[in-house]
């Protein structure tokens, strides 16, 4: 897989420089594309932009998935640890802020959306799913806390 990029006529494709496989998964309001991109079996956030791509791995993570923008310049994404449990985080201003739902296992955040609410689902031991939606607290403009 590559990203695909069209403007102003032309399609264009592009790829991580090195990676199996370059995977986007949304595009902002500003045209940066968030995605993932795998090398020896291990993926990579990311970010492109004016041309180049940027990496943004969660620190300590074996793998990072980006998942979307809000319009606040967040990156919402999940993070696997050395267990293999999956993190929910918001990304904003070079800081990760992680998401966990409180007495689970796991948490994969899937979407964010304009305002910076987060949907996602965790899951518990023995394996039951329950989906989430992170709504920002009141008085509070974004959710990265």
Known sequence: MCVFIYANGALT???F???AETTPAAVSNTGEVTGEYNISETSHGFVYSGGSFTTIDHPGASQTYMVGFGTGGEIAGSWLDSS???HGFV???GTFHDLNVPGATSTTVSAINSVGNILGFSGVSGGSQTAFIGICPAGQSRCTQ
């Open 17 to 19: 420089p090195g990676a």
């Open 13 to 15: 494709t592009t790829s």
């Open 91 to 93: 990304y904003l201003g």
């Open 84 to 86: 293999g449990n999956y």
